[in-house]
């Protein structure tokens, strides 16, 4: 007889470390109706050969919150649930090779501090007496994490599966889901055992998500690398040593090498992320197997040999010791490394829990998150950085493999940024790329598309080693300095390709609209930014809003925000209502034509009515083509972002670029545009304007209507402004040195962690550092003088007027 129930209220596909931890969260939350089903037995897939290192260190606030949750829980765990734990939390040691990597680990230990996390910087001789078998030879540091460690990857999945199961929650193993269809708003699950209806499903199927996904008509963007590691035999001075001192050593990274050693009872384990990598399952020749539980791919030492002999460098121990075994099973990788948690993205009521790189020190804040997400429809921490929407429709096969190889190949790297990788480029290519391309435009990809970061000239270095570096200063620079006063003195052009680009048109259309965001809807032939929240009044997103007629308007927002926007925009669509909603970012391109002389430019080229005032828009003609005339600028000067249909595009601006030459007219690139916006001190999406902050947080209550009877998220905001706000939105003018402030950069005021950068950048028209940050709101007052720490140093600021530190006034904007 089957043990599978005929109905859950959530069914979770995969049973390993994330799916069991998703599996226990949903219960603690009270939703215990849960079932989860694994193919084989639980931890068949990559948990069972894991490595089991739990480490707290990223370089991503969102990740090093859910790394420090994990490590949290793993410590209580096995008394909370009465079950035996091997976890040994022994600490690790981070070798740093360069000044680069000594800044990078200063960040961290300031991010870890804020999350309440005492991670510390090691000198070479502090090295020594923690690792007493380290060589320290070209060593400029180390960051020691004393919440570090590992633990048994077996016995973490049978705990969580044990603690969920105590709470009423099911696990039916040797059950695979081969099939998913939708009934009357439920999923339907067929197994070999049968059927189970359940309202949500969650796909945390590790590395074959993706045929999973396949279930239910996703392509999960993500591919499988074959990762070795070495166990080798016992050490008899190591196990001398660690009688004695009655502990593991501490777990070693070498970073910069690119390999961790950890002692494994009295031997070592070596996992090295060697560049010569191999991806798996990915040409006909190499088919993923229909099951592949508890199997490995055969050994391939070759690739490890120049590691091996590193580390054997590093710690001379490792020479004496014999090889034990050689473990080289699969692991899955997204195009960045990061997992997928959330909504899986055009599908309803199913999420994600899977492609994780690292899946044992993330499991148990994966499955905080995945809980949070499907009980409550949002998660206590901004997730962006592993939300399946951040891809779109670009990540075919191809661009994840070669994503995926580059970042196993440069698992620890260092994220510049100024620098920009390689692999997978082109995806998505402006109508006007190769002219801009011969103007020297250095590029990046945005949701695939190709935008100018800045102009090069001859000469200038644009080798990948000159971006290695933190530093505001480099080949760039006195660019990003040109095209700033290009735009300041006469004119500048962007392009834009990639605008997320909705169409919302028909009956109710704007009264839906004004019930969904804080402000009011313009009128017809104005423009105006809206902003959205949550229940708890949390900034969602922001976009621009053209109305075109009465219920027909344009909403406009950020490239990488396409698949995440509409979804949010659907998600709030009732079934029956009058109006359409339709993705149309496809069809159209934009540029961004800025500074003094635009006007003077485009009364050349148009008939257009060049004296409609800011945030009005208008449809005009430019070499026989029409376009759309839109009176902003996130740069902060005169000037009017052109949006024009694909095909139409090259024609406009090649008629706009020939008639700007005798006006100054150059071309800038968003390098140049992000140092106009925070002189503005305009908001970026996912750094400023996040669901870390509220709308009122935000500084943004100038975009809140409160006569309105209801919008989304009204209630919270109304009780948060009655009580007063904890942390309020600043522009702070920073005494820096050498860098500007990275994103969550720590705030200092009389030794006391006060608040956070959420951008940072050098303004080149007021010839200042600035960052934009949330600080405690005692504190937010013109002229306070607080501290930002950038890279381990902290530094005078001052907070200023809540105003633009360019053209306070907006006089040169609205000229």
Same mark, same amino acid.
């Given at each position: 007889m089957s043990n599978l129930p005929s109905h859950a209220r959530v069914v979770i596909i995969g049973g390993g470390a994330v799916g069991a931890s998703s599996l226990y969260h949903l219960a603690r939350a009270g939703w215990t109706d849960c079932v989860l089903l694994e193919k084989n037995e639980l931890t068949a897939g990559s948990t069972w050969h894991a490595a089991g290192n739990v480490p707290t260190f990223s370089s991503s606030w969102s990740i090093m919150n859910m790394q420090r949750y994990s490590a949290s829980l793993y410590r209580e765990l096995g008394q909370l649930i009465d079950y035996p734990m091997n976890y040994h939390v022994t600490g690790s040691i981070r070798l740093g090779h360069s000044k680069e990597r000594l800044q990078e680990f200063k960040r961290v230990v300031g991010m870890g501090r804020y999350q309440g996390m005492d991670l510390d910087i090691l000198t070479p001789d502090e090295m020594r007496r923690r690792y007493p078998f380290l060589e320290t030879h070209q060593l400029t540091g180390a960051l020691y994490d004393p919440y570090d460690g590992d633990i048994d990857p077996a016995q973490l999945t049978q705990a969580l599966a044990k603690g969920a199961r105590d709470m009423g929650a099911k696990i039916i193993r040797f059950c695979p889901a081969t099939a998913a269809r939708r009934e009357s708003d439920e999923w339907v699950i067929t197994t070999p055992q049968g059927e189970i209806r359940c309202e949500y499903v969650v796909n945390a199927a590790g590395y074959y998500a993706r045929e999973v996904g396949k279930m239910f008509g996703r392509d999960v963007p993500m591919m499988v690398m074959s990762h070795q590691y070495i166990l080798f035999d016992e050490i008899p001075e190591l196990a001398a040593w660690s009688k004695e001192a009655g502990r593991k050593l501490p777990l070693l990274r070498d970073v910069d090498s690119s390999y961790y050693l950890r002692q494994e009872k009295f031997g070592m384990n070596l996992g090295p992320y060697e560049r010569n990598c191999r991806a798996h399952w990915t040409a006909p020749d190499d088919p993923m197997p229909e099951d592949f539980s508890f199997q490995l791919f055969p050994n391939d030492l070759e690739r490890l040999e120049w590691y091996l002999n590193d580390a054997v460098e590093r710690v001379p121990i490792l020479g004496t010791a014999g090889l034990s075994r050689v473990i080289n099973g699969p692991i899955p990788y997204a195009p960045d490394g990061n997992p997928l948690i959330g909504p899986m993205p055009g599908v309803p009521n199913a999420f994600e829990a899977c492609v994780f790189t690292f899946g044992i020190c993330q499991a148990g804040g994966a499955g905080k998150v995945l809980a949070e997400w499907v009980t409550e429809g949002q998660t206590e921490w901004d997730m962006w950085s592993c939300d399946p929407r951040r891809y779109t429709d670009y990540t075919d096969q191809d661009y994840c493999i070669a994503k995926g190889k580059e970042i196993y190949g440069h698992e620890y790297a260092m994220h510049f940024p100024k620098h920009y990788w390689p692999a997978g480029r082109n995806k998505k290519l402006s109508p006007i790329h190769d002219r801009i391309a011969a103007l020297g435009a250095q590029f990046k990809p945005y949701n695939g598309w190709e935008r100018a970061m800045w102009y090069a000239k001859p000469g200038d270095d644009i080798s990948d080693a000159a971006t290695q570096t933190w530093g505001r200063e480099g080949p760039w620079a006195k660019r990003i300095e040109e095209e700033c006063l290009a735009v300041r003195d006469a004119a500048g052009i962007l392009d834009l390709p990639g605008f997320s680009r909705f169409r919302l048109k028909g009956e109710g259309a704007r009264k839906w609209l004004s019930e969904l965001i804080t402000g009011r809807v313009p009128k017809p032939g104005r423009i105006g930014l809206a902003y959205f929240a949550d229940e708890k009044g949390r900034i969602i997103t922001e976009m621009s809003v053209m109305a075109i007629e009465e219920d027909f308007f344009f909403l406009i927002t950020a490239a990488t925000a396409q698949w995440h926007d509409f !979804?949010?925009?659907?998600?709030?669509? *009732?079934?029956?209502?009058?109006?359409?909603?339709?993705?149309?970012? %496809?069809?159209?391109? $934009?540029?961004?034509?800025?500074?003094?002389?635009?006007?003077?430019?485009?009364? !050349?080229?148009?008939?257009?009515?060049? *004296?409609?005032?800011?945030?009005?828009?208008?449809?005009?003609?430019? %070499?026989?083509?029409? $376009?759309?005339?839109?009176?902003?600028?996130?740069?902060?000067?005169?000037?009017? !972002?052109?949006?024009?249909?694909?095909?139409?595009?090259?024609a406009i601006f090649n008629a706009v670029w020939e008639a700007g030459q005798k006006h100054g007219l150059k071309p800038f690139g968003m390098e140049a545009l992000d140092s106009l916006r925070i002189e503005k001190g305009y908001r970026a999406w996912k750094g400023d304007l996040s669901t870390d902050y509220t709308v009122l947080q935000g500084g943004l209550e100038r975009f809140v209507d409160w006569s309105k009877p209801s919008f989304k998220g009204k209630a919270a905001l109304e009780r948060e402004k009655q009580r007063g706000a904890t942390k309020r939105f600043v522009t702070l003018t920073v005494e820096a040195g050498e860098c500007d402030a990275p994103y969550m950069s720590t705030l200092w005021s009389g030794g006391e962690v006060v608040g956070e950068t959420t951008s940072g950048n050098w303004g080149y028209r007021v010839s200042k550092s600035i960052a934009l940050g949330m600080l405690r709101a005692d504190l937010a007052a013109p002229g306070q003088e607080i501290e930002v720490e950038i890279f381990g140093e902290r530094f005078k600021a001052i907070v200023q007027p809540d105003q633009p530190l360019w053209d306070p006034s907006n006089e040169r904007l609205k000229a």
């Amino acid at each position: 007889m089957s043990n599978l129930p005929s109905h859950a209220r959530v069914v979770i596909i995969g049973g390993g470390a994330v799916g069991a931890s998703s599996l226990y969260h949903l219960a603690r939350a009270g939703w215990t109706d849960c079932v989860l089903l694994e193919k084989n037995e639980l931890t068949a897939g990559s948990t069972w050969h894991a490595a089991g290192n739990v480490p707290t260190f990223s370089s991503s606030w969102s990740i090093m919150n859910m790394q420090r949750y994990s490590a949290s829980l793993y410590r209580e765990l096995g008394q909370l649930i009465d079950y035996p734990m091997n976890y040994h939390v022994t600490g690790s040691i981070r070798l740093g090779h360069s000044k680069e990597r000594l800044q990078e680990f200063k960040r961290v230990v300031g991010m870890g501090r804020y999350q309440g996390m005492d991670l510390d910087i090691l000198t070479p001789d502090e090295m020594r007496r923690r690792y007493p078998f380290l060589e320290t030879h070209q060593l400029t540091g180390a960051l020691y994490d004393p919440y570090d460690g590992d633990i048994d990857p077996a016995q973490l999945t049978q705990a969580l599966a044990k603690g969920a199961r105590d709470m009423g929650a099911k696990i039916i193993r040797f059950c695979p889901a081969t099939a998913a269809r939708r009934e009357s708003d439920e999923w339907v699950i067929t197994t070999p055992q049968g059927e189970i209806r359940c309202e949500y499903v969650v796909n945390a199927a590790g590395y074959y998500a993706r045929e999973v996904g396949k279930m239910f008509g996703r392509d999960v963007p993500m591919m499988v690398m074959s990762h070795q590691y070495i166990l080798f035999d016992e050490i008899p001075e190591l196990a001398a040593w660690s009688k004695e001192a009655g502990r593991k050593l501490p777990l070693l990274r070498d970073v910069d090498s690119s390999y961790y050693l950890r002692q494994e009872k009295f031997g070592m384990n070596l996992g090295p992320y060697e560049r010569n990598c191999r991806a798996h399952w990915t040409a006909p020749d190499d088919p993923m197997p229909e099951d592949f539980s508890f199997q490995l791919f055969p050994n391939d030492l070759e690739r490890l040999e120049w590691y091996l002999n590193d580390a054997v460098e590093r710690v001379p121990i490792l020479g004496t010791a014999g090889l034990s075994r050689v473990i080289n099973g699969p692991i899955p990788y997204a195009p960045d490394g990061n997992p997928l948690i959330g909504p899986m993205p055009g599908v309803p009521n199913a999420f994600e829990a899977c492609v994780f790189t690292f899946g044992i020190c993330q499991a148990g804040g994966a499955g905080k998150v995945l809980a949070e997400w499907v009980t409550e429809g949002q998660t206590e921490w901004d997730m962006w950085s592993c939300d399946p929407r951040r891809y779109t429709d670009y990540t075919d096969q191809d661009y994840c493999i070669a994503k995926g190889k580059e970042i196993y190949g440069h698992e620890y790297a260092m994220h510049f940024p100024k620098h920009y990788w390689p692999a997978g480029r082109n995806k998505k290519l402006s109508p006007i790329h190769d002219r801009i391309a011969a103007l020297g435009a250095q590029f990046k990809p945005y949701n695939g598309w190709e935008r100018a970061m800045w102009y090069a000239k001859p000469g200038d270095d644009i080798s990948d080693a000159a971006t290695q570096t933190w530093g505001r200063e480099g080949p760039w620079a006195k660019r990003i300095e040109e095209e700033c006063l290009a735009v300041r003195d006469a004119a500048g052009i962007l392009d834009l390709p990639g605008f997320s680009r909705f169409r919302l048109k028909g009956e109710g259309a704007r009264k839906w609209l004004s019930e969904l965001i804080t402000g009011r809807v313009p009128k017809p032939g104005r423009i105006g930014l809206a902003y959205f929240a949550d229940e708890k009044g949390r900034i969602i997103t922001e976009m621009s809003v053209m109305a075109i007629e009465e219920d027909f308007f344009f909403l406009i927002t950020a490239a990488t925000a396409q698949w995440h926007d509409f !979804e949010w925009l659907q998600k709030h669509r *009732s079934a029956d209502a009058a109006f359409a909603l339709d993705d149309v970012t %496809a069809n159209f391109s $934009c540029q961004i034509l800025t500074g003094p002389k635009s006007r003077d430019i485009l009364a !050349e080229v148009s008939g257009a009515d060049l *004296s409609k005032g800011w945030l009005t828009h208008q449809t005009a003609e430019i %070499a026989g083509r029409y $376009c759309q005339l839109v009176r902003v600028s996130f740069a902060g000067e005169l000037g009017w !972002e052109i949006h024009t249909k694909v095909e139409d595009t090259a024609a406009i601006f090649n008629a706009v670029w020939e008639a700007g030459q005798k006006h100054g007219l150059k071309p800038f690139g968003m390098e140049a545009l992000d140092s106009l916006r925070i002189e503005k001190g305009y908001r970026a999406w996912k750094g400023d304007l996040s669901t870390d902050y509220t709308v009122l947080q935000g500084g943004l209550e100038r975009f809140v209507d409160w006569s309105k009877p209801s919008f989304k998220g009204k209630a919270a905001l109304e009780r948060e402004k009655q009580r007063g706000a904890t942390k309020r939105f600043v522009t702070l003018t920073v005494e820096a040195g050498e860098c500007d402030a990275p994103y969550m950069s720590t705030l200092w005021s009389g030794g006391e962690v006060v608040g956070e950068t959420t951008s940072g950048n050098w303004g080149y028209r007021v010839s200042k550092s600035i960052a934009l940050g949330m600080l405690r709101a005692d504190l937010a007052a013109p002229g306070q003088e607080i501290e930002v720490e950038i890279f381990g140093e902290r530094f005078k600021a001052i907070v200023q007027p809540d105003q633009p530190l360019w053209d306070p006034s907006n006089e040169r904007l609205k000229a």
